[in-house]
């Protein structure tokens, strides 16, 4: 075997195992909070501004859970870039 050989056989090895290492990383379950849907609660014969209440706050809490599923998902990106470096 010659060094050049050598050296290749240890290049294989390394990416082989890098390979391994980044196959074996599992992503966290995804939050049952951010699977949720969200129905604005409106009955039929409500009120148009008791209906649109409903339906803002329904909004809100809907939008808020997609802010705080974009963070979860932000930081376990950010937590799978820096261990890849």
Known sequence: MT???TGDARLRLAATRTGETEASR???N???DCRK???SG???GEPLDTALI???NALDR???RVRRCARWYDGIRTGFERGAN
């Open 54 to 56: 409903r339906t803002d």
């Open 62 to 64: 809907a939008n808020a």
């Open 26 to 28: 599992n992503l966290p």
């Open 42 to 44: 409106v009955r039929e």
């Open 3 to 5: 060094a050049c050989e």
């Open 37 to 39: 849907r969200e129905r």
């Open 30 to 32: 995804y939050p049952d």
